[in-house]
C-alpha cells in the first residue's frame, strides 16, 4: 500500500472515512451515559437507578470478550462488503434501530426497564462497532500512517461527543427527548455512508484450520497465546493500564474543583468544552505529525511526559483561585497535550497487534487502558477529600511516574515497529 505524501494526507480518501468512522463511534456513548442521566433525572428516578447507569460502561471494558467473534467470523450478511466492513454494515444499522427506539421509551419511576434494556443494547453495539473499527483502522493503514489515522479519527469521535451530548439536549428543548435521539440515530447515517463508500484493506489473516474445535481455538485462544509469546507482555500491559493513572485522578475531580474555585457554568462552557474540544483537536492533529516526523518510540516519549506535567497547571490554578487567564490557560495545555499522548498512545497500542488478530489483540488493551478511569479513578474523591488541591494534583502528576518508567524500560528494549511485520503463523485465504 503506497504511503500519502505528508502534504497530500488531507486529500487521501482513507483519512476521511477514519474521520466519519470516528464521529459514528462517538455518538452512542453520551446517550447512554451523560445525556441518559439528565433525561432520567428529569424523569423523576431516584440517584440510586441513576447511579446503575454506570454499569453500562462494561460493555466497552468487557469487549474483548466477544471480539474474537468479530476478528476471526465472516459477518452474517453483507459478505459481499469484506469481513470490516461487512460486520460495520451489519452492526450500524442495528444500532441506528436500538437508539431511536430508545428515544421512544418513557423512562418513568415505574417503567425504566424498556429503557435500561436498550440502553445496555446500545452500550452492547457501541462497543461491538469500535471493536471493528478499530480493527478496520489497523488493517486499513500502515505503521508509519497510524498518527494521522488516529488523529482524524479523535477528530470525529470528539465532535460526535459534543453532538450527542450538548446538541442534543439543546434539541431535546425544542423537540423532546425522543427528537433528540431520533436526530443522534440519524447521524450515524454518516457513519454507514462511509462504511458503503470506504475501501476494503486486505483481508486480514487466519490460522488455517477448518475443524470446529481449531477454529474455535484459532478466534478464542490463539490471539491471547500470541500477545503473550512476546517478551515482557506483562511489562507491557502493566504500561497500558498505568499510562492514564494520573489523568484518571485529576480528571474525575475537575468539575468539583471549578466549582469550589467559584468558575461559573457559562464560563466552564466556553473554556472547558467549546476551547478545550478545540485544543484537543489541535493536540490529537500535532500528535499525528510528531509520529510522523519522529516515529512512534520517541512521540510516545515527547507526548506522555507533556500529559504528565500538565498536571500541575491544576496546581498553578489551585494556588491562584478564581483566575481566568489561568483558567484558559490550564485548559489549553491540559487538552492539548492529553490530544497529543492519546494519538501517540493508541498508535503504540496499534503497533502491539498482530494483524491475524488485531481485532481481538486491540480490544484487550484498549479495555486495560480504560481500566485506570472505571476503577482506580473512583477513588480520587476520597483523595481529594483528604489531601488538599494543591497537593491532590501533585501527587496525580506523580501518580504518572510509574508508567513513564515502564515505557522508557519498555521503549529501549522493545522499539515500537514502524513497519509490519511478516506474518508469524501459518495463514491461508479467509
Same mark, same amino acid.
Given at each position: 500500500?503506497?504511503?500519502?505524501?505528508?502534504?497530500?494526507?488531507?486529500? &487521501?480518501? $482513507?483519512? =476521511?472515512?477514519?474521520?466519519? =468512522?470516528?464521529?459514528?463511534?462517538?455518538?452512542?456513548?453520551?446517550?447512554?451515559?451523560?445525556?441518559? $442521566?439528565?433525561?432520567?433525572?428529569?424523569?423523576? %428516578?431516584?440517584?440510586?437507578?441513576?447511579?446503575?447507569?454506570?454499569?453500562?460502561?462494561?460493555?466497552?471494558?468487557?469487549?474483548?470478550?466477544?471480539?474474537?467473534?468479530?476478528?476471526?467470523?465472516?459477518?452474517?450478511?453483507?459478505?459481499? @462488503?469484506?469481513?470490516?466492513?461487512?460486520? +460495520?454494515?451489519?452492526?450500524?444499522?442495528?444500532?441506528?434501530?436500538?437508539?431511536?427506539?430508545?428515544?421512544?421509551?418513557?423512562?418513568?419511576?415505574?417503567?425504566?426497564?424498556?429503557?435500561?434494556? +436498550?440502553?445496555?443494547?446500545? !452500550?452492547?453495539?457501541?462497543?461491538?462497532?469500535?471493536?471493528?473499527? &478499530?480493527?478496520? $483502522?489497523?488493517?486499513?493503514?500502515?505503521?508509519?500512517?497510524?498518527?494521522?489515522?488516529? !488523529? =482524524?479519527?479523535v477528530w470525529g469521535y470528539?465532535?460526535?461527543?459534543? !453532538?450527542?451530548?450538548?446538541?442534543?439536549?439543546?434539541?431535546?428543548?425544542?423537540?423532546?427527548?425522543?427528537?433528540?435521539?431520533?436526530?443522534?440515530?440519524? %447521524?450515524?447515517?454518516?457513519?454507514?455512508?462511509?462504511?458503503?463508500?470506504?475501501?476494503?484493506?486486505?483481508?486480514?489473516?487466519?490460522?488455517?484450520?477448518?475443524?470446529?474445535?481449531? /477454529?474455535? $481455538? *484459532?478466534?478464542?485462544?490463539?490471539?491471547?497465546?500470541?500477545?503473550?509469546?512476546?517478551?515482557?507482555?506483562?511489562?507491557?500491559? =502493566?504500561?497500558?493500564?498505568?499510562?492514564?493513572?494520573?489523568?484518571?485522578?485529576?480528571?474525575?475531580?475537575?468539575?468539583?474543583?471549578?466549582?469550589?474555585?467559584?468558575?461559573? /457554568?457559562?464560563?466552564?462552557?466556553?473554556?472547558?468544552?467549546?476551547?478545550?474540544?478545540?485544543?484537543?483537536?489541535?493536540?490529537? +492533529?500535532?500528535?499525528?505529525?510528531?509520529?510522523?516526523?519522529?516515529?512512534?518510540?520517541?512521540?510516545?516519549? @515527547?507526548?506522555?511526559?507533556?500529559?504528565?506535567?500538565?498536571?500541575?497547571?491544576?496546581?498553578?490554578?489551585? %494556588?491562584?483561585?478564581?483566575?481566568?487567564?489561568?483558567?484558559?490557560?490550564?485548559?489549553?495545555?491540559?487538552?492539548?497535550? &492529553?490530544?497529543? *499522548? &492519546?494519538?501517540?498512545?493508541?498508535?503504540? +497500542?496499534?503497533?502491539?497487534?498482530?494483524?491475524?488478530?488485531?481485532?481481538?489483540?486491540?480490544?484487550?488493551l484498549s479495555s486495560l487502558?480504560?481500566?485506570?478511569?472505571?476503577?482506580?479513578?473512583?477513588?480520587?474523591?476520597?483523595? #481529594?477529600?483528604?489531601?488538599?488541591?494543591?497537593?491532590?494534583?501533585?501527587?496525580?502528576?506523580? #501518580?504518572?511516574?510509574? *508508567?513513564?518508567?515502564?515505557?522508557?524500560? @519498555? @521503549?529501549?528494549?522493545?522499539?515500537?515497529?514502524?513497519?509490519?511485520?511478516?506474518?508469524?503463523?501459518?495463514?491461508?485465504?479467509?
Amino acid at each position: 500500500m503506497p504511503h500519502p505524501a505528508p502534504s497530500a494526507w488531507w486529500r &487521501d480518501r $482513507r483519512y =476521511l472515512v477514519l474521520l466519519a =468512522l470516528g464521529f459514528a463511534s462517538g455518538i452512542p456513548l453520551p446517550l447512554t451515559a451523560a445525556t441518559l $442521566r439528565r433525561w432520567l433525572s428529569e424523569q423523576g %428516578l431516584s440517584v440510586e437507578l441513576i447511579g446503575l447507569t454506570a454499569s453500562l460502561g462494561l460493555a466497552y471494558t468487557l469487549k474483548f470478550l466477544w471480539a474474537p467473534a468479530l476478528d476471526q467470523l465472516a459477518p452474517p450478511f453483507f459478505r459481499a @462488503l469484506g469481513r470490516r466492513r461487512g460486520w +460495520l454494515a451489519c452492526i450500524q444499522p442495528a444500532l441506528i434501530l436500538a437508539i431511536a427506539a430508545l428515544g421512544l421509551t418513557t423512562p418513568g419511576p415505574t417503567g425504566y426497564a424498556a429503557t435500561f434494556a +436498550l440502553a445496555a443494547l446500545v !452500550a452492547f453495539l457501541s462497543a461491538s462497532q469500535d471493536v471493528v473499527v &478499530d480493527a478496520y $483502522r489497523i488493517d486499513l493503514l500502515e505503521e508509519n500512517e497510524q498518527g494521522y489515522g488516529l !488523529a =482524524l479519527y479523535v477528530w470525529g469521535y470528539r465532535g460526535a461527543l459534543l !453532538a450527542s451530548g450538548a446538541g442534543a439536549l439543546a434539541v431535546t428543548e425544542l423537540g423532546g427527548w425522543a427528537l433528540g435521539y431520533g436526530l443522534c440515530a440519524a %447521524l450515524l447515517g454518516i457513519g454507514l455512508l462511509a462504511v458503503l463508500l470506504a475501501p476494503e484493506p486486505a483481508a486480514p489473516p487466519r490460522l488455517a484450520t477448518t475443524a470446529p474445535g481449531g /477454529r474455535l $481455538r *484459532a478466534a478464542i485462544i490463539d490471539p491471547f497465546l500470541d500477545f503473550m509469546q512476546r517478551r515482557h507482555w506483562l511489562a507491557i500491559l =502493566l504500561f497500558v493500564v498505568l499510562f492514564k493513572l494520573g489523568e484518571a485522578l485529576a480528571g474525575v475531580m475537575t468539575q468539583p474543583f471549578y466549582a469550589q474555585l467559584g468558575f461559573t /457554568r457559562l464560563e466552564l462552557a466556553a473554556i472547558n468544552n467549546v476551547f478545550g474540544l478545540l485544543a484537543i483537536l489541535a493536540g490529537a +492533529l500535532a500528535g499525528g505529525w510528531l509520529i510522523r516526523r519522529l516515529g512512534i518510540a520517541r512521540a510516545l516519549v @515527547l507526548t506522555g511526559f507533556g500529559q504528565m506535567l500538565s498536571n500541575l497547571m491544576y496546581v498553578a490554578l489551585a %494556588l491562584a483561585g478564581h483566575d481566568l487567564p489561568l483558567l484558559w490557560a490550564q485548559v489549553g495545555i491540559e487538552n492539548f497535550t &492529553d490530544g497529543m *499522548a &492519546d494519538a501517540a498512545f493508541l498508535a503504540y +497500542l496499534s503497533s502491539l497487534t498482530n494483524r491475524a488478530f488485531s481485532a481481538t489483540q486491540y480490544a484487550l488493551l484498549s479495555s486495560l487502558a480504560a481500566f485506570a478511569t472505571r476503577t482506580l479513578g473512583g477513588g480520587s474523591g476520597f483523595l #481529594a477529600a483528604w489531601l488538599d488541591w494543591p497537593v491532590f494534583f501533585l501527587m496525580t502528576t506523580v #501518580a504518572a511516574l510509574p *508508567a513513564m518508567a515502564i515505557m522508557l524500560w @519498555l @521503549l529501549r528494549r522493545l522499539p515500537p515497529r514502524e513497519a509490519p511485520p511478516p506474518a508469524e503463523v501459518v495463514l491461508s485465504n479467509p
